[in-house]
C-alpha cells in the first residue's frame, strides 16, 4: 500500500503528550480489499478484512484501538450500501461503489466525532478542541482513500457485473 503524507500544517498535538504533531497519511489502496470483499463475497468477509486493515493501519500509523472499530463499521457500512436491494432512486444510485464510497465518507466524520476525544488525553475541552482541529484532515484523508478505492471497485464492479452484489430489486 502505498502512503501520502497530506502537506497540512496547522494541527494540534494531542493533549499532554509532548510530541510533534503530524498530518494524515492517505494510504492509496487501503480500502480497496474490504470494499472488494463486500461487493464480491459479503458481509462477514468484508468486516474480516476491514478489521485486519484497520489493525494494520492502527499499528503503523494512528495507534489507537479506535481505528480499528472506525474502518470494521466502515467496511460493515459500505457493504450494506452495495448489497442492498430496494428500488428507489436513493437506494439504486447507493449500489454504485463510488456513491457507497462518498456515503461512507460523510458517515465517518459521525463516527470520528465519537472516537477522536476518546482517543485522546486530557481535560474533556482539551479533547473536543483536539477533534475538532483534527477532523477535516483525517476526514479529507480518509475520504482520498475511499474515492480512490470506490473509483476501482465501481470498474471492477461493471467488469465483473455477474459476480458483483446481487442487483435484483426486492
Keep these: 500500500f502505498i502512503g501520502v503524507r497530506l502537506p497540512i500544517a496547522s494541527s494540534l498535538p494531542e493533549p499532554l503528550l509532548p510530541l510533534e504533531s503530524t498530518a494524515p497519511v492517505v494510504v492509496l489502496f487501503s480500502a480497496l480489499p474490504w470494499m472488494l470483499a463486500g461487493g464480491l463475497l459479503g458481509l462477514f468477509p468484508a468486516a474480516l478484512i476491514g478489521f485486519l486493515a484497520g489493525l494494520l493501519q492502527s499499528l503503523w500509523e494512528t495507534h489507537t ?8 463499521l466502515l467496511a460493515i457500512l459500505f457493504t450494506g450500501f452495495v448489497r442492498q436491494r430496494y428500488r428507489t432512486r436513493i437506494y439504486r444510485l447507493l ?8 456515503a461512507t465518507s460523510v458517515i465517518y466524520i459521525l463516527i470520528s466525532m ?57
Design 65 to 72: 484501538p479506535f481505528t480499528i472499530l472506525e474502518i470494521t
Design 95 to 102: 449500489r454504485n461503489p463510488f456513491i457507497a464510497a462518498l
Design 114 to 170: 465519537f472516537t477522536l476525544p476518546l482517543a485522546a488525553r486530557g481535560l474533556l475541552a482539551a479533547r473536543i478542541d483536539y477533534t475538532i482541529n483534527q477532523l477535516s484532515s483525517l476526514w479529507l484523508a480518509m475520504t482520498l482513500e475511499l474515492l480512490i478505492a470506490g473509483a476501482l471497485a465501481s470498474v471492477i464492479a461493471s467488469a465483473l457485473s455477474t459476480a458483483w452484489s446481487s442487483q435484483d430489486p426486492l
